[in-house]
């Protein structure tokens, strides 16, 4: 009798747990969960080989899964400057060159890590100092907006990392800034503008435009307030290296954000 592998929603439930890792920025935890969702997986696709009666109960195909834990272990990695290791990794879900006859899903995936890997290169290299697909880059996040938020952030970490020229770029990370986008951005995605909200004002304290800084600081603080981000305190910390920078009118509104927490 030909042996058969039942996964019960294992895979989807690592990848939510993933998520939430990620959610957290807790990189260490994300580089566990993924390591461990990348052998599950891969482990999974190899029964699928050996036995044609293997069934997985998953809810996207198996190459979803491997690439997915990759793409996430080459994140942590970025984030914990080992950029050594997630170009490895980046490499890795780039090619599924060994996957055996695919079908059109599995193939829709391969293709979709393949692009990803691509843009993700770009990514390390600008946060190296390489700008030789910074213009690559801008395009890509004038294409795609759902990108902006993240796409911005990576010029802002790349300028503070390894003093990558951004510039040219000023009035993009303003508008962004703005509060007609804030106003756009779902509570979902909320989190995630934060990060770029925080990183825009460390950049405008090293163009020395504390007043910005502060003002967009005090932006974190009452988004943060409203949807119960934990990491207000950060904002507290900056905003209070800042002080002297402020403005009588940025103070009070300080004062009337801390006493609506």
């Known amino acids: 009798m030909s042996s058969k592998l039942y996964y019960h929603g294992e895979l989807d439930s690592a990848v939510k747990l993933l998520r939430m890792a990620y959610g957290f920025d807790n990189w260490h935890e994300v580089l566990r969960l993924s390591e461990d969702l990348y052998e599950d997986s891969l482990q999974a696709y190899n029964m699928q080989i050996i036995s044609a009666d293997t069934i997985l109960h998953t809810k996207r195909t198996i190459i979803y899964y491997i690439g997915y834990a990759l793409l996430m272990q080459g994140i942590a990695y970025q984030k914990l400057y080992e950029f050594d290791k997630s170009r490895e990794c980046i490499l890795k879900y780039g090619d599924f060159g060994w996957v055996v006859n ?121 988004i943060s307030s409203k949807i119960s981000n934990d990491k207000s305190i950060k904002y507290v910390s900056l905003f209070e290296k800042l002080r002297d920078y402020a403005t009588l009118s940025q103070i009070d509104k300080y004062k009337n954000i801390l006493e609506g927490i």
Do not use: W
């Open 102 to 222: 695919p079908d059109d899903e599995a193939q829709s995936e391969i293709e979709f890590y393949a692009n990803t890997s691509k843009l993700n290169l770009i990514v390390l290299d600008l946060l190296e100092g390489i700008n030789d697909n910074i213009g690559k880059y801008i395009s890509f996040i004038q294409e795609n907006r759902e990108e902006t938020t993240a796409g911005l952030l990576t010029l802002l970490e790349a300028n503070r990392i390894n003093d990558l020229q951004v510039s040219d770029y000023q009035h993009m990370f303003e508008e962004h800034a703005s509060e007609r986008v804030r106003k756009s951005i779902r509570q979902e995605d909320m989190p995630a503008y934060l990060k770029y909200m925080y990183e825009y004002a460390l950049y405008k304290i090293r163009t020395s435009d504390q007043e910005t800084a502060i003002h967009n600081i005090l932006e974190c603080l009452a």
